[in-house]
């Protein structure tokens, strides 16, 4: 069909729904067809007209792709390819993943991208007319998802605008806010807790988020996302039927990102978790205990645990840090190690940082400075000999800790709570 025609009969056609276009697409070439959001979320799909793969199959039953498929089409640079092309991509058999062959087209707008349309090729020789035909029909598509999409940004809008005001200070009080939440059909939790992500890598800053929401999408629980300036805000509910708590949500939100997308959770991103709470004017606590998290990685430079609960000793560090600060306060033993260091190139204050932390076991401290247990017993010979360090003393050992924890942390320190 010429191209001119082709694009007046898409202009004259309407459709009532995007199970209604997969129909129609799939009508006209003869295969299965699958739309996708740009997460990845089924969003229509077409009777088959051949065996589908165990990749389409899995997607229809799940109503979205399966969390290896989003993985390996992304880390390939599958789904780049196709938002990136201006026409369609052929994608051969991924034995991997059970994918069949599939011609896909991107579903955007200028540089708003919506999702996918896939095609389901039942041989190899796929008409090129179909391409053109499937481009036309991602136009469509496009149409749709902005005439939808304009109406949940608007709901999604009003939804970040009432949590957000629980964030700042100042917030209205819970009433008035559920009874708004009411009038406007949005439902919210009982129960939440605040999960901040900050991605540290800005090559996978883009690939890292859709992984994040992806994740999200798969809890049972009330999920709700907000992107504040570098950091994403997530506020994940309690499901309503369901023993699992809110806290339980975020560990499993935590577990998929480890274990399906292999995402490292102290060097390609970072993650602080506030308390779970039942008042909504407390959102602005537990998204203020997230933050600390993530700043006392920040400051500190070593892994953490995730949950400000779990914090222990570490949570206390901002406070006392304050207060040397006013005080003027140096350890004067810690202060004769830093110069010898500086002046003889050693690690000694390194290495009593790690002797104390290991509660002065000598076996656990030598292999975590790759060091042999001998060279550590001159260490600490050293160490003494150059203080008046009681390593006897459990008071003095649990001071000395804390003060070797304050050393890596700035003058400048500040908590990065823009909202």
């Known amino acids: 069909m010429d191209g001119s025609k082709q694009e007046s009969q898409w202009n004259e056609k309407e459709f009532a729904s995007l199970h209604e276009l997969a129909d129609f697409v799939s009508a006209h070439v003869q295969c299965p067809v699958t ?33 290896h498929v989003v993985h390996y089409l992304h880390e390939s640079g599958w789904l780049q390819r196709i938002e990136e092309a201006s026409g369609v991509v052929k994608i051969p058999t991924l034995t991997e993943i059970g994918l069949g062959p599939r011609t ?8 708003k991208i919506y999702g996918y349309l896939w095609v389901q090729e039942a041989s190899d020789a796929f008409a090129e007319e179909h391409q053109s035909f499937l481009v036309e ?17 608007k709901r999604q809008k009003e939804m970040e605008r009432i949590l957000m005001s629980f964030i700042r200070e100042g917030a209205p009080s819970d009433q008035a806010v559920k009874i708004e939440a009411e009038l406007r059909g949005i439902k919210l939790p009982k129960e939440f807790v605040v999960v901040l992500f900050r991605v540290l890598r800005s090559d996978r800053k883009e690939i890292i988020r859709h992984y994040i929401i992806f994740s999200m ?51 390609d991103v970072l993650v602080g978790i506030g308390k779970e709470y039942r008042r909504l004017k407390d959102l602005r606590q537990s998204y203020t205990e ?26 206390l560090l901002p406070a006392i840090y304050a207060q040397h600060k006013r005080q003027r306060y140096q350890n004067e033993q810690l202060q004769k190690l830093k110069r010898y260091d500086m002046e003889n190139q050693t690690t000694l204050v390194e290495t009593l940082k790690q002797y104390l932390k290991n509660d002065g076991k000598i076996k ?15 260490r600490i010979k050293r160490i003494q000999a150059i203080t008046d360090i009681d390593f006897a003393d459990f008071e003095q050992r649990m001071m000395l800790y804390i003060d070797l924890l304050l050393l890596q942390y700035k003058d400048d320190i500040v908590f990065d709570t823009q909202i």
């Open 104 to 111: 896909v087209a991107c579903i955007k707008s200028g540089k």
């Open 137 to 153: 029909a991602a136009k469509k598509a496009a149409e749709w998802f902005e005439q939808q999409m304009s109406v949940t940004r």
């Open 217 to 267: 999408n798969a809890l049972s629980g009330s999920t709700f996302l907000i992107e504040n300036h570098e950091q994403l805000i997530c506020i994940i509910g309690n499901p309503s039927v369901s023993s699992h708590t809110a806290l339980d949500q975020a560990r499993l939100l935590l577990e998929k990102l480890e274990k399906e997308f292999h995402c490292d959770l102290q060097r």
């Open 35 to 67: 739309i996708e959001s740009r997460d990845l979320e089924l969003m229509a799909y077409s009777g088959n007209h051949n065996e589908p793969d165990a990749v389409r199959m899995n997607t229809i039953l799940s109503k979205r792709a399966a969390a």
């Open 290 to 315: 997230a933050t600390e998290v993530i700043h006392i990685k920040t400051r500190l430079h070593e892994p953490l645990g995730h949950f400000y609960e779990e914090l222990g000793i570490y949570r």
């Open 364 to 378: 656990e401290t030598a292999e975590d400075l790759y060091i042999h247990p001998n060279t550590l017993h001159y």
